[in-house]
């Protein structure tokens, strides 16, 4: 049995940048990877904003105890590349329960999704039944090899995007996926800047089905072979009626109705202030929503007195450390599932599992 350690672990402590940067600053907000932002950013574990340069935290070592100060900082960040890393990412969040972890699923915070969520509540699509999500987009590759080109280092459609969406579908139906069934397929593994003896192995193309409870049925597709304009569309199917996410407007029609109708228009404007080259990459909806989760967070500490505590109700809708957890445990299914074959299981993780046994697997996944 392993000793635990002396002092107790803070998130991402793999990165010694983000060391230095914890040692002084007690608000971290870890750059989210992919498309959600600017390819003219560097891409994976970068801190794009701190605020508070205070070493006290409300939070003494290891106790909770909010009477002593200590070590601690608050941080919302990416999702995990790994189960492993998710689970080290839940279990440092527990030395610290009074500080903020929380996953930047910012599609939660979209003004459609959060009256989707509400008026699935209220009964508007009656039972939930079906749930059905399309992801159509050009190549999600890099003009240089990185690590979006690699399965192993958290590249690929399903990783980056499909987590969203199995995290965004949970969260309005408040439905967990019990068994899912997919297929990952690479359909470009070289291109004129990615060629010789590197070659893509993270996927472009990706089908998959999720059993939730309560006997709802989900669909995922994600395509990014596709050129053209970026097509983002969540529908959530119901004995009473329908409900549709295109992009950031909300459509909704009942089964007495003879066609939908609009129920929320986001006119959010967010192009100015922004820089000309970079976003123009990333998808107006993930900007939108950075921009409503940037809102929430500052209302969290812009209420308290010290701006040292946090009120929880503007970040309720967030994603959870744990939710992170569940988000990788059901991409690792689907991963096991394009393999066999076979519906799998939806197994989260309770303990960290040895790594030489990882690395066997990993191995033995890409042939090596």
């Known amino acids: 049995m392993r000793r635990p350690p002396a002092v107790p672990p803070l998130p991402f402590q793999s990165s010694r940048f983000l060391r230095n940067q914890a040692a002084r600053t007690r608000f971290l907000c870890v750059g989210l990877r992919g498309p959600c932002v600017p390819a003219s950013l560097p891409l994976g574990g970068r801190v794009v904003a701190e605020t508070g340069l205070d070493p006290w935290s409300p939070v003494q070592r290891g106790t909770g105890d909010a009477s002593m100060p200590g070590i601690g900082k608050n941080v919302v960040c990416e999702k995990a590349a790994t189960s492993v890393d998710a689970f080290r990412m839940v279990t440092a969040s527990r030395y610290y329960p009074q500080l903020m972890s929380l996953v930047g699923n910012v599609l939660r915070f979209l003004p459609a999704f959060v009256r989707m969520k509400q008026l699935i509540a209220e009964h508007y699509v009656g039972a939930v039944m079906?749930?059905?999500?399309?992801?159509?987009?050009?190549?999600?590759?890099?003009?240089?090899?990185?690590?979006?080109?690699?399965?192993?280092?958290?590249?690929?459609?399903?990783?980056?995007?499909?987590?969203?969406?199995?995290?965004?579908?949970?969260?309005?139906?408040?439905?967990?996926?019990?068994?899912?069934?997919?297929?990952?397929?690479?359909?470009?593994?070289?291109?004129?800047?990615?060629?010789?003896?590197?070659?893509?192995?993270?996927?472009?193309?990706?089908?998959?089905?999720?059993?939730?409870?309560?006997?709802?049925?989900?669909?995922?597709?994600?395509?990014?072979?596709?050129?053209?304009?970026?097509?983002?569309?969540?529908?959530?199917?119901?004995?009473a009626g329908r409900l549709v996410a295109r992009g950031a407007d909300l459509y909704g029609q009942k089964n007495s109705a003879t066609q939908e109708e609009l129920l929320l228009r986001d006119s959010l404007a967010v192009g100015a202030g922004l820089p000309e080259q970079g976003p123009q990459d990333v998808?107006?909806?993930?900007?939108?929503?950075?921009?409503?989760?940037?809102?929430?967070?500052?209302?969290?500490?812009?209420?308290?007195?010290?701006?040292?505590?946090?009120?929880?109700?503007?970040?309720?809708?967030?994603?959870?450390?744990?939710?992170?957890?569940?988000?990788?445990?059901?991409?690792?299914?689907?991963?096991?599932?394009?393999?066999?074959?076979?519906?799998?299981?939806?197994?989260?993780?309770?303990?960290?599992?040895?790594?030489?046994?990882?690395?066997?697997?990993?191995?033995?996944?890409?042939?090596?």
């Open 130 to 239: 079906i749930c059905d999500a399309r992801i159509y987009s050009g190549s999600l590759l890099s003009p240089n090899y990185g690590w979006i080109c690699d399965e192993l280092m958290g590249g690929g459609g399903l990783h980056t995007m499909g987590t969203y969406i199995v995290d965004l579908l949970t969260h309005l139906t408040g439905r967990r996926a019990e068994k899912v069934h997919g297929l990952l397929k690479t359909f470009v593994r070289q291109n004129a800047a990615i060629r010789g003896i590197r070659h893509v192995t993270s996927d472009d193309f990706c089908f998959f089905q999720m059993l939730m409870g309560g006997g709802v049925c989900s669909t995922v597709t994600l395509n990014f072979n596709m050129p053209g304009a970026f097509v983002h569309e969540v529908m959530v199917v119901g004995s």
């Open 283 to 368: 998808p107006l909806l993930y900007l939108k929503g950075m921009v409503y989760m940037v809102q929430a967070l500052r209302q969290s500490f812009q209420g308290q007195g010290d701006r040292r505590t946090w009120d929880h109700t503007p970040v309720s809708m967030a994603a959870s450390f744990e939710d992170g957890l569940y988000m990788q445990s059901v991409v690792d299914a689907i991963k096991r599932s394009s393999r066999s074959g076979e519906w799998e299981a939806v197994e989260v993780l309770t303990e960290e599992p040895d790594a030489n046994q990882n690395l066997c697997e990993a191995l033995q996944r890409n042939n090596l």
